[in-house]
Structures are given as structure tokens and as C-alpha cells.
């Protein structure tokens, strides 16, 4: 069965860096797109970043771009979030899912708690 | 940016009931629109996409409907496990509406 299991979150202050990782397994990784999607604390869902299959075209949201680097290793089946120049307004769940007809979400990770604070 | 709105904000029913959820987009999407459940502590799950049709596994209690600017996730008979907050969301930049919470009356 598909699985996403999202790993690298945790506590970091202003200005700091921060590394997500998603492993997948239970399909063929190479052959999906792949999102990250956040969820600040009691609020709704925000995408935040898509990387094609090959890992040859990347979107970000607005509020990320330019901070956040999306990118992936098909070898190891892996997804990655960088995260540079954080925010208090960064503080989030993320999530990531796996691609549906180039415009959906079909399976999504547990989570990832990431909190921006001094 | 296309904005979706969801309305109501909160609905407050009892099992057995009807539940009619709203989503309104800024601007036209045709039918590319989904519908998402998030239960407390989980991930959201895929319920409806291309404004209708149902994910693989979700039970036909679930339906979607509307084209253009207006949409709508009907669940015909609320089940105990169908309370929880349901969101739409877009995909031509992939934004989502604010959310519905469904809660037991």
C-alpha cells in the first residue's frame, strides 16, 4: 500500500534552516509528482511546492518562493523540502502527497510538525 | 488567484441527517474541483474530484456536484465517523477554501 512518511521537523528559530524529508514506498516513486502542503496550528490547508516526476519543473507558492527549494531523489524514493529564511508565519504541519492528474492530492503523509520561535 | 469561499463556516447536524456544503471560486473552474475530509490529528483524505466523481474507496453517501463557480459536497446520511472538517480546493493553482466543520448537533 502507498505510504509517505515525512521526517526532519521540529523546533528552529527566525532566519534558521530546516530540512524535510518524505520517503515513499508502496508505488513507483519515479513515475509521480509529488506536493508539499502545510497547515499552520488551527487553520486550513496551504499547498506550498510541486515537483514533476523527474524533478525537472518545481512551483512554489508565493509565500515561499525564493526561501523554499523543493527537490527529490528518485534513487532513494525520497521527497525533499529545504527551508531557508524562516518565519514565525512558517510554523506548520507538513504535509506530503502524491500527485493526481496533475492537479490532486490521492495520498498524503502523517506530518510534520515545524515550529518557528525564539 | 482564484478565492474559494466555503459556506457555512460550521454546520451543526445529527447523525442520520443531510449535510449540503458550499463552494464558491472567484472565477470559473469548469469541474476542477475537489473535496477533501480532515478529521482531528489526521490527514486530509480525497473524497470527490473533477466536481463529481469519487475516489477510489469513498462510499456513494458522498456526492459532489456544480460546474463553473458554484459547488456542492452533499452526504446524504451522516455517519458518526463523517464529523470533521471538509475543505475544496482548486486546482489550476491548487488553492483551498477555508473549510467546513461538521460537528455533531
Known amino acids: 500500500q502507498v505510504q509517505l512518511v515525512e521526517s526532519g521537523g521540529g523546533v528552529v528559530q527566525p532566519g534558521g534552516s530546516l530540512r524535510l524529508s518524505c520517503a515513499a514506498s508502496?508505488?513507483?516513486?519515479?513515475?509521480?509528482?509529488m506536493h508539499w502542503i502545510r497547515q499552520a496550528p488551527g487553520k486550513g490547508l496551504e499547498w506550498v511546492a510541486v515537483?514533476?516526476?523527474?524533478?525537472?519543473?518545481?512551483y512554489y507558492a508565493d509565500s515561499v518562493k525564493g526561501r523554499f527549494t523543493v527537490s527529490r531523489d528518485n534513487s532513494k524514493n525520497t521527497l525533499y523540502l529545504q527551508m531557508n529564511s524562516l518565519r514565525a508565519e512558517d510554523t506548520a504541519v507538513y504535509y506530503c502527497?502524491?500527485?493526481?492528474?496533475?492537479?490532486?492530492?490521492?495520498?498524503w503523509g502523517q506530518g510534520s510538525l515545524v515550529t518557528v520561535s525564539s | 488567484e482564484i478565492v474559494l469561499t466555503q459556506s457555512p463556516a460550521t454546520l451543526s447536524l445529527s447523525p442520520g441527517e443531510r449535510a449540503t456544503l458550499s463552494c464558491r471560486a472567484s472565477?470559473?473552474?469548469?469541474?476542477?474541483l475537489a473535496w477533501y475530509q480532515q478529521k482531528p490529528g489526521q490527514a486530509p483524505r480525497l473524497l470527490i474530484y473533477?466536481?463529481?466523481n469519487r475516489a477510489t474507496g469513498i462510499p456513494a453517501r458522498f456526492s459532489g456536484s456544480g460546474s463553473g463557480t458554484d459547488f456542492t459536497l452533499t452526504i446524504s446520511s451522516l455517519e458518526p465517523e463523517d464529523f470533521a472538517v471538509y475543505y475544496c480546493?482548486?486546482?489550476?493553482?491548487?488553492?483551498f477554501g477555508g473549510g467546513t466543520k461538521v460537528e455533531i448537533k
Open positions: 502527497a502524491r500527485d493526481y492528474k496533475s492537479r490532486l492530492f490521492d495520498y
Open positions: 508502496g508505488f513507483t516513486f519515479r513515475d509521480y509528482g
Open positions: 515537483i514533476w516526476y523527474d524533478g525537472t519543473t518545481k
Open positions: 472565477q470559473s473552474v469548469s469541474t476542477d
Open positions: 473533477d466536481a463529481s
Open positions: 480546493q482548486q486546482s489550476s493553482d491548487y488553492t
